[in-house]
Structure formats: C-alpha cells, structure tokens
C-alpha cells in the first residue's frame, strides 16, 4: 500500500472533450509525476512537479496540464482528447526529487 | 533518444527456478536504476532500486548493476506462481523523469 490515491478509476470520453484527472497522498511527498501507459507498453513520462512548480516534462503535446496543490494533490488535464489518449494514467509521488516513485492504482481513460 | 532496452519475453520457468530478467540503458548519466513488477489491470509496484555497481539483495530478488555495460538484471530465486506478472526497468534521469522499458513478462508454471 503506498498511501497514493487516483480519481476517478475508470473514465468514457468523447473525442474532442476534456478530461481531468486527480492524485493525492496521505504523506508529504513534495513530488508527484504523472505517466501515460498504453497497452503494451511501458509507462511514459507526461511531467514532473515539485514544490507546485513544473520540474520536467515529457515528449507530450501541451494540451496535456497540471498542477500540484499546496496540500501535496495534483490534477492531470487533457484538452481535446483524441482517440490515442486511451491509456492507463499514472500518478507517481515521491518525497523528494530524485527519490523512489511510489505508484497510485491508476486510471483507465477510454476515448471513444 | 534516451532508451532503456528489454526483452518482451514471456519468459517462462518452473515453480523453484531461478528467473533472470535484463535490462540495458543508453544515458551513461544515469544513476539510479528501479525495478518494478505489474499484475494485469494494476499499477506498478516498486520492487528494488540499486545505485552502485554490484549486487543488492532483498529476500528472494537480486538487483544487479553494471555500469560499465549499462545493464542492469533483476534474479528471482525460488520462483512462485505468484511471481507471474510483468516487470518494469526503469532509470532515472535527472532526478525527475522515470524512463521505462516496455517490460518481461514472466510465467512461472507450477
């Protein structure tokens, strides 16, 4: 058990809609990170925040965004989905930058 | 293109056999090197990390590292039907983003 939760766990989308995901931890883990993991394949990076402050990012378009929350919760936005966005998102927290990255359960985005 | 490099398997061994599962990296820079496994339909689970050169050994798994070689192997000994699952090698680059294999699948047959 890592103490990280995700919202919703399972999502329906229609192309061109948004969506917003949400991650949050019972610890102070000052990092969160999200990731896309399509079918298959292994987890990519989406971006890192620290401290509420964006702090890298991944080979994605910018329509996927984020925030960190001063109580250590994180959103994950996607504007105008498309088809290719169905995967199972990830959120991962550690207490600091460069530390061990503790998964939450994940949520499965379906874009129809 | 910073890659880290896995054979997709499945990698099948009997219930009590030793698995080897392994990993190259392309980032000399890297620094620190993770093992994750993941059930179907679940998220990953962390499983060891290593930073040095060598072995580290954490009850029936052995993370090895070799920096030189930019490969890294995780050794299951006494492997159970419950070790059936994917597994992740991931490095770290720059303190921020983990960079994932697309991963091994293992069977373990009783």
């Known amino acids: 058990e890592t103490g990280v939760t995700q919202s919703p766990t399972h999502l329906i989308k229609t192309r061109g809609q948004q969506v917003t995901l949400r991650c949050s931890s019972q610890s102070g883990h000052n990092t969160v990170s999200w990731y896309q993991q399509a079918l298959g394949q292994g987890p990519q990076f989406i971006f890192q925040y620290y401290r509420e402050e964006e702090n890298g990012r991944g080979n994605f378009p910018p329509r996927f965004s984020g925030l960190q929350f001063p109580n250590y919760s994180s959103e994950l936005n996607v504007n105008a989905l498309e088809l290719d966005d169905s995967a199972l998102y990830l959120c991962a927290m550690a207490r600091e930058r460069g530390e061990t990255q503790y998964f939450g359960p994940g949520t499965r985005l379906l874009v129809l | 293109q910073k890659e880290v490099e896995q054979n997709s398997g499945p990698l099948s061994v009997p219930e009590g056999a030793i698995a080897s599962l392994n990993c190259t990296y392309s980032?000399?820079?890297?620094?620190?090197f993770f093992w994750y496994r993941q059930y179907s339909g679940k998220s990953p689970e962390l499983i060891m990390f290593i930073y040095s050169n060598g072995d580290k050994e954490d009850g029936r798994f052995t993370a090895q590292l070799n920096k030189a070689s930019q490969y890294v192997s995780l050794l299951i000994r006494d492997s159970q039907p419950s070790d059936s699952a994917t597994y992740l090698c991931?490095?770290?680059?720059?303190?921020?983003?983990?960079?994932f294999g697309k991963g091994t699948t293992l069977s373990v047959s009783s």
């Open positions: 980032d000399r820079g890297s620094q620190s």
């Open positions: 991931a490095v770290n680059q720059a303190g921020t983003a983990l960079i």
